[in-house]
C-alpha cells in the first residue's frame, strides 16, 4: 500500500515540476545564442572584415561555432585575452595571415581631390562617409572606425587612413614619452 | 538633532586615516604681501582651463579686446567661458602648448597687450540675497570661475543641482608644502573670502557654513576669528597640519566625520566644499562685476630671488612671472607647476598661468632631486600606512603593471586622489602615483573605446537592416512593374488591341510549323535519294 502512495505523490509531484518547469521554458524562452552576444560585445565592431568574415557578428557567431579567437587584428592582444576568458580556451598570439595589431586610425578624405563616385559610402560598414553623386564626400570622423575598407573602392585613391591624434584628454600618461625642453 | 550633529556643530576634529608630514617650507613664500605683477606683453590664454568642454571662440585674429572681455562663451558645448586679462589685440588663435604635464597643444588665443590695460566688468549685484539663484549662477558662469583648488571644476555647476545640503564646507586649508597662495588671500582679504562664503550659502541653500583653516595659518585664523563673530552662519574649523587635510574627501571627514561614498560626490552626504580662493572670486564677479582674470600664485623655490605670492593675470606665461621674481636656472632646472606633491614639471615655460595654477615652483636640485631610479617593491606596507584613502598602494600597483583592468577596479583605484603619500613613504622610490594615473587613463580609453564600438555596432546593424529594406524594396518595385505591366497589357487586349500573348504564340506556331516544313522536306529529300539508290 506504502509503496502505491509513494509512487502517487511522486507522480504528483513530477507532474507540478513539470508543468511548472515547462511554462518557465515557454516564458523565459530565449531568442538567440547568448554566447554569441557576449562574444560580439567583446569584439571591437570595427566590421573590418579582416577576420575573413563579414563584420563581427559573423565572426563571433563563427566563434562560437569553435572559430579560432585570433583573428580579430583591430582587437589585438586584449581581445584575444578577453576572449580567453569569457570562452576558457587559450589565449594564442594574433593571427599574422589577417594582418597586424596597429594603432587606432581614421580615414580622412582629401576632399578636393574626391570626385564624388560614392563607392566609399557604399562600401562603408558604419555609414559614417557623407556625400552625394558627383558631390564632395566627407568622413564623420568620430563615427569612423578605422577599417580601411573605404581605402581600396576609392577610384582616385584620396582617403588616407591618419592615426587618431593624441590630445591632452585622451593621453595616456606617457611621460618617458615626452621630449621635456630643459631651461638653461 | 541626532549626536553626530552636535558633535559637527560642538566644533569636533575627526581624522582621517593614513597621512603624512612633509617639510612645509611654507615661511619662504608667505612672509610678504601679496605684490601686483607687471604686465606681460603676451599673454596665452588656453580655451578650455576647467573640467568639461570648452566653450565657442567669439573672437577673431585682429579683433581689439579690452580685459575681462569674454574671449569665449558657453556655446553648444555649455563651456565655461574665459576672459581677455587686459587690452590689446588678438594675434592669434590655434594650437599652443598648454599647463599639461603631457606637453602637448591645445586651442589657445594668443593676445598681445597695448599696456593700456582697459578694462570692463558686469554691474554689480549688492542686494544678492534678493536675488533668484539662476540669476546669481549665469553671473558665476559668465565670470568664469571654475574651483581654484586645483580640480577647476566649474563652480556653477557645482550648485546647479538643487539637493538639501546640510553644510558648505569653505577649503583653506592649504595643506602642500610651499604654497601659501590661499594663506595670503585669507590674511589680506578676510573680509571678501566672507562676503564670498554668504554668497555661496544662498546658493547652497543651508544655514551653515564651516571654514576650516589648518593650524599652521595662525595669522589667518586671527583674522577670521576677529571677523566671524559678526557673521553667525560661519563658523571657523582648525584643522591640525598632516598631508592631504586639504583634499576634498579628508576635510569632509576631519569636519563632520562623514565618508564620501566609494566614486560618489560630496553632495551625497549633504555637503559641497569650495576653496577660498574661489569665494574670493565669487564675491568679486557678483558684487564687483569682475570676470575671472587674475588670482594669487605662489613663486617658491630656491632658485627665485624674490619668493612670494603674486597677483598674475590668467594667461601670463610662466617665463614671464619668472623673470619677474628673478629666476636664475641651475643646471637642468626643472620648474613645477602646483606643489612638490601633486604638481607637475612643465615641457616649457612658454606655458601660460591658468585658473587652476596656485603655485610655480623653482627647486635646487638639492632641495627637490628628480626621481631616483625604481627598484622592487619590497612589500613593507608603509604606502597603505599613509594612504589617506584606504587604499592598498602596493596591491594597485601589481595590479596596473598587469593591466588587470578589473582588479584594478576591485581594489577601487577610482577613489584614488593622487596625493603622493604612497610615493613619497615608499623606500624603493617607486613611482606609485604615476602608476595610478597611466592605468586610470587606460581604463578610461577602454571605456571610451567599449562606447565607440557600441556605437559602431548600432550603426553597423542599422545599415544592415536599412539595406535589407532597400533590397526588398527594390523586389517589390519590380514586381509591381511587371504586374502592372500585365495589367496594361491585358487592359489593352480588352479593349480589342491585338494581344502581345496572341503575337508571341503566333510566333511560336510559326517556328513549329517553319521546323516542321524544314524537317518534312528533309525527310522527303531522304526518301527521294533512298528511292534513287
Known amino acids: ?184 | 538633532m541626532s549626536i553626530a550633529t552636535k558633535e559637527i556643530e560642538a566644533g569636533r576634529i575627526w581624522d582621517f586615516p593614513g597621512g603624512i608630514h612633509p617639510p612645509e617650507h611654507k615661511h619662504r613664500s608667505n612672509q610678504t604681501p601679496i605684490a601686483q605683477l607687471s604686465l606681460a606683453e603676451t599673454f596665452v590664454i588656453p580655451i578650455k582651463q576647467h573640467t568639461g568642454a570648452p566653450g565657442d571662440i567669439i573672437v577673431a585674429v585682429g579683433d581689439h579686446v579690452v580685459g575681462g572681455q569674454p574671449l569665449t562663451d558657453a556655446g553648444l558645448n555649455n563651456g565655461l567661458p574665459v576672459h581677455a586679462p587686459t587690452s590689446g589685440t588678438i594675434t592669434a588663435i590655434g594650437p599652443g602648448r598648454i599647463a599639461h604635464p603631457s606637453g602637448l597643444p591645445d586651442t589657445v588665443i594668443t593676445l598681445t597687450a597695448d599696456g593700456r590695460d582697459e578694462q570692463v566688468t558686469m554691474p554689480p549685484i549688492t542686494d544678492f540675497h534678493e536675488r533668484g539663484r539662476s540669476e546669481l549662477l549665469d553671473r558665476i558662469k559668465q565670470a568664469g570661475i571654475a574651483g581654484l583648488g586645483g580640480a577647476g571644476f566649474p563652480t556653477a555647476q557645482k550648485f546647479a543641482l538643487q539637493r538639501p545640503l546640510d553644510y558648505l564646507i569653505i577649503n583653506g586649508v592649504e595643506c602642500e608644502p610651499y604654497i601659501t597662495a590661499d594663506d595670503r588671500l585669507m590674511r589680506e582679504h578676510a573680509q571678501t573670502i566672507i562676503d564670498g562664503i554668504e554668497i555661496l550659502l544662498h546658493l547652497a541653500g543651508c544655514q551653515k557654513a564651516m571654514l576650516a583653516i589648518e593650524a599652521n595659518k595662525p595669522e589667518a585664523i586671527a583674522q577670521f576669528e576677529s571677523l566671524l563673530p559678526h557673521h553667525p552662519a560661519i563658523s571657523l574649523r582648525v584643522v591640525p597640519v598632516k598631508y592631504p587635510s586639504g583634499g576634498e574627501k579628508q576635510l569632509i571627514q576631519l569636519v563632520t566625520g562623514r565618508q564620501v561614498p566609494s566614486r560618489g560626490l560630496p553632495l551625497d552626504v549633504g555637503l559641497v566644499v569650495q576653496n577660498v580662493g574661489t569665494a574670493y572670486a565669487v564675491a568679486r564677479a557678483v558684487l564687483a562685476g569682475e570676470p575671472l582674470i587674475q588670482r594669487v600664485v605662489t613663486v617658491t623655490g630656491d632658485h627665485v630671488e624674490r619668493p612670494g605670492n603674486y597677483w598674475v593675470r590668467i594667461g601670463t606665461p610662466v617665463a614671464e612671472l619668472l623673470h619677474q621674481c628673478g629666476f636664475n636656472p641651475g643646471p637642468q632646472q626643472r620648474v613645477i607647476m602646483g606643489g612638490p606633491m601633486m604638481g607637475f614639471t612643465l615641457p616649457d615655460l612658454t606655458v601660460p598661468v591658468v585658473k587652476i595654477t596656485n603655485c610655480i615652483l623653482v627647486p635646487s636640485y638639492a632641495e627637490l632631486p628628480p626621481p631616483a631610479a625604481e627598484m622592487n617593491c619590497i612589500r613593507c606596507g608603509a604606502c597603505a600606512d599613509v594612504c589617506p584613502a584606504q587604499l592598498l598602494p602596493q596591491q594597485l600597483q601589481w595590479l596596473a603593471k598587469a593591466k588587470d583592468y578589473d582588479g584594478l577596479e576591485k581594489q577601487n583605484l577610482f577613489d584614488c586622489i593622487e596625493c603622493g603619500a604612497c610615493a613619497f613613504v615608499c623606500p624603493s622610490e617607486i613611482p606609485l602615483v604615476h602608476y595610478y594615473r597611466k592605468a586610470k587613463a587606460e581604463v578610461r580609453q577602454l571605456a571610451r573605446e567599449k562606447m565607440k564600438s557600441e556605437v559602431a555596432r548600432e550603426r553597423f546593424e542599422a545599415r544592415q537592416i536599412r539595406l535589407e529594406r532597400e533590397k526588398q524594396e527594390r523586389l517589390e518595385r519590380h514586381r509591381r512593374a511587371a504586374e502592372a505591366r500585365k495589367k496594361a497589357q491585358a487592359e489593352a487586349v480588352a479593349k480589342g488591341a491585338d494581344d502581345p500573348q496572341d503575337a508571341i504564340q503566333a510566333a511560336i506556331a510559326r517556328a513549329k510549323a517553319r521546323k516542321a516544313a524544314q524537317a518534312a522536306a528533309a525527310a522527303a529529300k531522304q526518301s527521294d535519294d533512298e528511292s534513287n539508290v
Open chain 1, 1 to 184: 500500500m506504502s509503496l502505491i502512495t509513494a509512487l502517487i505523490i511522486l507522480g504528483v509531484l513530477a507532474l507540478i515540476f513539470g508543468i511548472i518547469l515547462g511554462f518557465a521554458a515557454v516564458r523565459f524562452h530565449v531568442e538567440s545564442d547568448p554566447i554569441v552576444e557576449q562574444i560580439d560585445a567583446l569584439l571591437p565592431q570595427t566590421q573590418c572584415g579582416q577576420c575573413g568574415y563579414p563584420g563581427c557578428r559573423p565572426y563571433a557567431e563563427a566563434i562560437a561555432n569553435g572559430e579560432e579567437i585570433n583573428k580579430c587584428p583591430p582587437g589585438g592582444e586584449t581581445t584575444i585575452k578577453n576572449l580567453s576568458e569569457l570562452l576558457g580556451v587559450e589565449a594564442k598570439p594574433l593571427d599574422a595571415a589577417h594582418g597586424a595589431e596597429s594603432v587606432k586610425k581614421v580615414a580622412v578624405i582629401r576632399e578636393d581631390e574626391c570626385i564624388g563616385c560614392t563607392k566609399c559610402i557604399q562600401a562603408c560598414p558604419v555609414d559614417a562617409i557623407l556625400g552625394a553623386a558627383k558631390h564632395m564626400h566627407t568622413v564623420i570622423a568620430h563615427e569612423c572606425t578605422g577599417c580601411d575598407l573605404c581605402v581600396e573602392p576609392c577610384p582616385v585613391d584620396c582617403i588616407d587612413m591618419v592615426p587618431v591624434p593624441v590630445r591632452p584628454d585622451n593621453w595616456q600618461w606617457d611621460l618617458q614619452q615626452i621630449p621635456i625642453r630643459v631651461v638653461e
